[in-house]
């Protein structure tokens, strides 16, 4: 069995300071992660992926995320906020193979002001 | 770029009618699969198919079925809509080898049910 848990519905962020989402998730097994973005309007795009290698994760447009097993966290960071960052987030966790479906978190609307 | 379509990006019906939703990918995947999208729920898998004519109901199925009679398209039926089924409806695909996680989305089919 696997969920997810994103901690905040909303977060609001000034443009130029750092961005912070917040996911948890518990699965019997060796965990694959993702993070999805959603524009308005907009079907998803994968932002970044874990996969048992590398803790730390980079993805597109200056996004990375920490996987922290003790924890249980998979939380997505970006140093600078920018405006075109507003925008819904999922989290998702899944086995790392076979047809395993995914566990998509209930999403974190971010809000950037100037 | 892997370009997943969905035909129709806004939809208005009656309650009882018969609904298609139609998505076709360019990227010759194997998976394809059919998620609902509501307000502080995340997605919710409806339907997938591993191959032509293979469908599996995901977590919500009731009130759908689908269509999978060419590799490229993969249809999502209400046969008789219900205002329950006013939604975002999120298609995808994925490639075999590919992570479970790493979907392709479309741009979605928002379908109102009066």
């Known amino acids: 069995a696997q969920s997810v848990t994103q901690l905040d519905s909303h977060v609001s962020v000034s443009e130029g300071t750092p961005v912070l989402l917040r996911c948890n998730y518990s699965?019997?097994?060796?965990?694959?992660l993702f993070w999805y973005v959603q524009h308005p309007n907009k079907g998803l795009q994968l932002l970044l992926k874990?996969?048992?290698?590398?803790?730390l994760v980079k993805g597109i447009n200056g996004f990375e995320a920490e996987f922290k097993k003790s924890e249980t966290s998979f939380h997505l960071t970006k140093p600078s906020a920018h405006m075109s960052d507003a925008a819904e987030y999922f989290c998702?966790?899944?086995?790392?193979?076979?047809?395993?479906?995914?566990?998509f978190g209930k999403g974190t609307m971010l809000l950037v002001s100037p | 770029d892997v370009k997943v379509t969905q035909s129709s990006r806004y939809l208005v019906k009656r309650t009882g009618e018969k609904v298609f939703l139609e998505c076709v990918q360019d990227?010759?995947?194997?998976?394809m699969f059919w998620y609902r999208q509501d307000p502080g729920l995340g997605l919710r898998l409806i339907y997938f198919?591993?191959?032509?004519?293979?469908?599996e109901k995901g977590d919500i199925p009731e009130g759908y079925s689908v269509s999978r009679e060419k590799k490229e398209r993969f249809s999502l039926i209400l046969e008789s809509a219900s205002t329950n089924q006013t939604s975002m409806y999120l298609c995808?695909?994925?490639?075999?080898?590919?992570?479970?996680?790493?979907?392709?989305f479309g741009e979605g089919s928002r379908l109102t049910v009066l």
């Open positions: 699965s019997s097994y060796s965990p694959s």
């Open positions: 874990y996969t048992s290698a590398a803790t």
């Open positions: 990227m010759d995947h194997e998976n």
């Open positions: 995808a695909s994925r490639g075999t080898g590919a992570l479970p996680g790493e979907l392709f």
């Open positions: 998702v966790v899944t086995l790392i193979s076979g047809y395993s479906t995914l566990t």
């Open positions: 198919s591993y191959d032509v004519k293979m469908k």
